[in-house]
């Protein structure tokens, strides 16, 4: 279970969507009609994509099935939720006696889940496409702001996208990757939402990273910026406590806001 940062409220999905519609009416109105944007995060956001590396740990447990037959067989019993963040940890939680073995994972899974063949693996997050149609069905456009590099990942990003039944194709959606692999996810995403502003009002940002959505509200402070409870980068920034949280996309759930007492 991810913790939620005590100073900042939990909502559900069903109110960060009713407030998002609130404020995209308000800025599309000060914006002469331009339509309001939402910005959504894929990696941790809208997919869970701990299959895709579970998938390249079982690959990887089979190309050793000789030297480290235990390794496989480790490998075998593992679920979703024994995953952490990082690669390397995936395998030290094994406790096996080769030491090097999380350090060899690491780049094996690196030449493998930066890439289209991976993608189709991950799970889509409940709810997250009926979020993305809500906003669409009332007038916003959704942009699917993502660290996934366009050479490498642009086929798999509008293919996973598609088969789960996302909004695309339409005047009402942007699918925005970096331009390259070696750029740094928070400085790419500053300067794409401060590019996308120019085109309307930005009026809300999910994202599973603090960091980013810290960021978001440097950027852009009068933005919704929701942080979604899924496991982030390891050491992560204090959350900025104008950001609310969600504990998942599911809008048939409601309840109270919840702040922490402090």
Not at 13 to 19: F, H, M, Q
Not at 128 to 136: K, N, Q, Y
Not at 182 to 211: M, S, T
Not at 238 to 244: G, M, P, S, T
């Amino acid at each position: 279970m991810v913790e939620r940062a005590p100073h900042s409220p939990l909502i559900s999905a069903r109110r960060v969507l009713d407030r998002l519609l609130a404020a995209a009416e308000v800025e599309s109105k000060r914006a002469n009609g331009r339509r309001a944007w939402v910005a959504l995060d894929m990696d941790g956001t809208l997919f869970d994509n701990r299959p895709r590396t579970l998938a390249i740990l079982h690959s990887f447990a089979m190309a050793h099935r000789e030297p480290v037959p235990e390794l496989l067989t480790a490998v075998q019993k593992l679920t979703l939720d024994d995953l952490h963040y990082t690669p390397s940890q995936a395998v030290d939680a094994l406790n096996l006696p080769q030491r090097d073995l999380g350090e060899r994972f690491v780049d094996y899974w690196r030449q493998r889940f930066f890439t289209n063949s991976f993608q189709p693996l991950d799970h889509v997050e409940p709810g997250a496409a009926e979020f993305a149609h809500r906003l669409v069905d009332a007038g916003l456009g959704v942009v699917y702001l993502t660290g996934r590099d366009r050479p490498g990942m642009m086929h798999g990003v509008l293919q996973s996208l598609d088969a789960h039944g996302f909004p695309l194709m339409s005047p009402q959606t942007q699918v925005v990757l970096k331009p390259e692999f070696q750029h740094d996810d928070v400085a790419f995403k500053r300067e794409a939402l401060g590019e996308l502003a120019k085109n309307g009002p930005l009026v809300g940002l999910v994202d599973n990273e603090p960091g980013i959505v810290n960021m978001a509200l440097e950027v852009l402070p009068d933005m919704l910026c929701v942080r979604i409870l899924r496991p982030h980068a390891p050491n992560p920034p204090e959350l900025d406590a104008r950001a609310v949280q969600i504990p998942s996309f599911r809008l048939d759930v409601d309840f109270d806001d919840m702040t922490a007492q402090t």
